[in-house]
């Protein structure tokens, strides 16, 4: 069904409950603009969805799906925990103030300093994901005298359908142990050998971007005969099972995902059978859900900027930002919706593509998009931007990355600012400086 966009007296979109076309005007554009009350009321249908059914859990917030201090504490508010995968997400996690005990640290290449800073900051847990990481962090729990819970990744050897730069959980995968090879198994053995490393559970995650709970409920399904198998050979159960994210959003009318509440009870409706049949001990479930969480809450504003009609063939518009903000397209042919703030429901009156400003022919937003009569200034909205937007933004052309805005009960605040050409070159040395540099061999 075609989207329906909020609009109010004056038939402009709403973010929010505010004028998109004030919101470009006061923040300028290219701006992401979160309306947080959606944040909120995705949170709470996942918490929902396991307090019906009295489960122990955790719903840790993905970060790396939009991550800034107000996001976290955004996050905290909600009673999520936070999945973090690098020091400078861990970073952020600990200015924000997050409860470190609810932060868990992914990645498949965790340095040294940052299964350091993890120790020193006393996270929740460590996702191991391969076995030089298991000899790091024993080695840097001897040296800190200190003790880590962690979770064992293991990649299922499923092929959810989803694109497959973000397909994670099949055999052929950088991440985590396998489970065929008895990779598994070995990480399992290490592990318990140690009096530093703490076994609370297994964690996996699919991928991303998936609609059908099938794919969550057989990557369950493995993680729990291993659980079994393992509780026969090594008198072992797991306190956690932890499920990954991936849960599917409204991008286009193309995408149908289920309200999250019914993904979510499928699965965990399925888990509690399984751990039941299995005769195992019922273990904490975690879900690691980003895109779910905000993707469908933020929006971007764009002004358009110059056209391009090549008669018979395409008509070209582009905006003032493009795959610095969003590499989505660029990167997995991601598709967008697009309308026009000032009249976002009016039909449409021709078939444009959205060019980035990029100097890079692929840098495309939307590529054949239905829109009303268009001309430059005129402010472009486009949806479902809250997810990997930002976070993957970029500042290729040396472009300056895009303010990022919050609106809760009807005010507007900055939750990142816009970059200045100052910040852009805030790095730079001078060809005489850098000669002088101590670095310098
Ligand atoms: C380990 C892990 N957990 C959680 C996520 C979050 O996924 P999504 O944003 O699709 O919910 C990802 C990203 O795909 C991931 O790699
Ligand atoms: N960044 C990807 C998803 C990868 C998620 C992290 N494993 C996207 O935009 O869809």
Known sequence: MARIYETNKEGHLTIGGLDALDLADTFQTPVIVYDVAKIRNEAQEMHHAFQKRNLSYQIAYASKAFS????????EEEGLSLDVVSGGELHTALLAGFPTERIHFHGNNKSEAELKMAIEANIGCVVLDNHLEIQWLQSLCNEANATMNVLLRVTPGIEAHTHDYILTGQEDSKFG??????????????????????????????????????GFTHAAEKLIALLSEWKVKYNQEAEVLNIGGGFGIRYTDEDTPMPIGLVLGEVLDYISSAVLE????????????????????????YTLGSRKDIPGIRTYVSVDGGMSDNLRPALYQAKYDAALAERPNAGADETVSIAGKCCETGDMLIWDVALPQSSAGDILAVP????????????????????VVFIENGEAFTAIRRETYEDLTQFDLTLRNYKKTETTI
């Open 177 to 214: 142990f396998d489970l065929q090879s008895g990779q598994a198994n070995a990480a399992f053995e290490a592990v318990n050998a140690s009096s530093r490393l703490c076994f609370k559970g297994l964690h996996c995650h699919i991928g991303s971007q998936i609609f059908e709970a099938t």
């Open 278 to 301: 299995r005769g195992l001990a019922m273990p904490e479930v975690w879900i690691e859900p980003g895109r779910s969480l905000v993707g469908e809450a933020a929006t971007t504003l």
């Open 384 to 403: 479902s931007t809250g997810a990997y937007g930002y976070s993957m933004a970029n500042h290729y052309n040396r472009n300056p990355r895009p303010a």
């Open 68 to 75: 800034c201090k107000a996001m976290v504490q955004l996050a």
